[in-house]
């Protein structure tokens, strides 16, 4: 089956650096996205992911390691806008997007 | 560039009644999504469309949810009669390539259905 995992939960402080890891086993892979969901809104695009490495866009980076099967979501400068859900979803083989559950994330001051 | 619009923002019905939600895409974007968000959990995919054409509609439970997109542009999906576990969002979302080729989709707002 396919299977993407995401902590649940995390809690991190104002200002701080905090790493949201992604892992996943599916049928074929064609590349990664990173969305942000703040509660009772709509998903929003972050990153997108194909190659292995480390995608850098100001305070958020995205990496990806084809061959762990691993991703991670990377936020600096941690700001109380920033609480909100980061869902990891991957591409399969017959381009299907397949989702995480999501990881919460708390800032706290 | 209006993003995608969807109506109502919240309903609320009982056990067995009727429902329908409706979407309007990014103008131009070919391809049209429908998904479940229960609390919790990730989206789950009901129905794709490309143009006015179902490319994917495997976890649609097709005895009490429709969907179509008869022009190519608008949507809206139906289920009727509903069930308590139908309470979630129902989300629209766009993107401006086709089947086969990497894409970001867009979102709408969201549809928030209470299932009493």
């Known amino acids: 089956g396919q299977n993407i995992d995401q902590p649940t939960e995390m809690t991190a402080t104002e200002g701080a650096i905090v790493q949201i890891n992604c892992t996943y086993q599916?049928?074929?892979?064609?590349?990664l996205f990173w969305y942000q969901q703040h509660a009772g809104e709509a998903p929003t695009f972050l990153s997108y992911?194909?190659l292995d490495g480390l995608e850098e866009k100001g305070r958020f980076s995205s990496f990806l390691s084809r061959s762990k099967g691993y991703s991670y979501l990377l936020l600096k400068e941690l700001q109380m806008k920033d609480s909100a859900s980061y869902l990891c979803?991957?591409?399969?083989?017959?381009?299907?997007?397949?989702w995480g559950a999501g990881t919460k994330l708390i800032i706290k001051p | 560039e209006a993003g995608v619009a969807q109506s109502p923002r919240y309903k609320i019905i009982e056990k067995r009644q009727s429902v329908a939600f409706w979407c309007n895409p990014i103008?131009?974007?070919?391809?049209l999504y429908w998904y479940q968000q229960i609390l919790g959990q990730g989206p789950k995919l009901l129905i794709q469309?490309?143009?006015?054409?179902?490319?994917?509609d495997s976890q649609l439970p097709k005895d009490r949810f429709s969907a179509e997109r008869l022009k190519g542009v608008d949507s809206t999906l139906k289920i009727q009669p509903a069930k308590l576990e139908d309470s979630a969002v129902y989300l629209c979302?766009?993107?401006?390539?086709?089947?086969?080729?990497?894409?970001?989709?867009?979102f709408g707002a969201g549809t928030r259905l209470s299932v009493l």
């Open positions: 469309f490309q143009n006015n054409g179902v490319v994917d």
């Open positions: 103008s131009g974007h070919a391809t």
């Open positions: 599916t049928s074929g892979f064609n590349g």
């Open positions: 979803a991957v591409i399969d083989s017959n381009y299907q997007l397949i």
């Open positions: 979302a766009s993107s401006s390539a086709g089947g086969g080729e990497i894409n970001i989709q867009y």
């Open positions: 992911n194909v």
